[in-house]
Structures are given as C-alpha cells and as structure tokens.
C-alpha cells in the first residue's frame, strides 16, 4: 500500500458526460501528480500541484482541469468525453516538488 | 524533453532464471525510478536511483547517470515477478514504454 487513495477504482460513463476522480496523497506529502495511460500513449504526465498551486502542465487536454484542495486532496475533473478518454488514470505524490514518486491504484475510466 | 527508451520490450523466461532490463535516456537526469505493474494495474515503486546502485531482495538496480542508462536485475525469477517494468525519469516523470515479463512456472 503506497498511501496514496484514488477513488473510484472503476468508473463507466457516456460520451459527452463529465467526471471527477479524487485523489488523496500520502500523510505528509505536498505535491501531486496525474498520469493517463492509455493503450496507445502509453503513461504520460497530466498535471502536477504543489501545496494548492499549480506547479507544471504536460498533456492535459483543456477539455481536462484539476485542483488542490488546502487539505491537499486533489480532483481531476474530465468534461465532454470522447471514447479515447478511456484509460487508467493515476495520481501519484511526494513530499516535495521533487523527488521518489508513490502512486495510487488508479481509476479505470470506460467510456462507452 | 527527455527521451526514455527500455530494452528488451518483451522477455519471456522459465522461474528461476535471471534477466537485465536496459533504461536509457537521453538527457542528464535528477530522478530515475524503476516500477513494476502487476497484472491488475498497480504501479509498485520498485527503486528511486538516480546514480548508483541499490539491492531489495532479489532486485536489484543500478544506474550510471554519466552513461545514461539504468538497468534493473532481477534474480531467480518467480511467476509473481510477471508484469511490466518500467523506467520513469526526472522530476515529472517521463516513462518509458516499459518491458514486459512473462514468467513461465
């Protein structure tokens, strides 16, 4: 168990819906991460926060935004989604902005 | 950014035998992490070795950051060890596209 919490674990919508995945991180850690893998992409970096502000960008779509609450929970929202949205989505932390990553399980999010 | 490459992409072996996994990349790096992902889609945190060499068991890892490369040893194989590896580097992490490792019993 890394200490990392993602809920949910599996998650089946529609094309064109809007959901939300919650990520806890470690006691203690300040930054997260998001990762989306795909079949075809491979694992690629989202998004990263650091203790509530935003600290780096990758390849999030901006159909795709994400927060840090000040407990240090964070939230990917995923709006009018599309078939190739379909993938295991991870969030990962650490203690600083830098440093050993841990991630969660992920939520496996079908788009159907 | 960097680019991570990983050798061989599939490794298929009877238990018990040994294997090296090859990471290299492309840029001077701050963080090298090895992962493995089991077949229910964990990513397990198997080393952070950005330079030198670590040993867990019947892992070990090395990495030779003025070489760039990493490579992941892993002895006397078990079918638990089934999955795919990954190298993932630098501080947000940029993946390789893994090694997959089929144990044989």
């Known amino acids: 168990d890394s200490g990392v919490t993602q809920t949910p674990k599996h998650l089946i919508t529609a094309t064109g819906q809007r959901v939300t995945l919650r990520c806890s991180p470690r006691?203690?850690?300040?930054?997260v991460y998001w990762y989306q893998q795909s079949l075809d992409q491979g694992l690629q970096f989202l998004i990263q926060?650091?203790?509530?502000?935003?600290?780096a960008k990758g390849n999030i779509l901006e159909r795709f935004s994400a927060q840090q609450f000040p407990d240090l929970h964070s939230e990917l929202n995923l709006s009018s989604l599309e078939l190739g949205d379909s993938a295991l989505y991870f969030c990962?932390?650490?203690?600083?902005?830098?440093?050993?990553?841990?991630f969660g399980e992920g939520s496996r999010l079908t788009v159907l | 950014g960097i680019q991570v490459e990983q050798s061989p992409p599939d490794l298929i072996l009877q238990e018990g035998a040994n294997s090296t996994l090859r990471c290299n990349f492309s840029d001077s790096v701050n963080n090298l992490q090895w992962f493995h992902q089991n077949p229910w889609g964990q990513l397990i945190n198997l080393f952070y070795i950005p330079s030198g060499t670590k040993q867990n068991g019947r892992l070990s890892a090395t990495t030779v950051a003025t070489e760039r490369y990493s490579l992941l040893y892993i002895s006397s194989s078990q079918t638990t060890d089934s999955g795919v590896y990954f190298c993932a580097a630098n501080e947000k992490l940029t993946f390789g596209t893994g090694t997959r490792l089929t144990i044989i019993p």
């Open positions: 990962a932390s650490s203690v600083l902005g830098s440093g050993e990553l841990f």
């Open positions: 926060y650091y203790n509530g502000e935003e600290r």
């Open positions: 006691s203690g850690d300040l930054s």
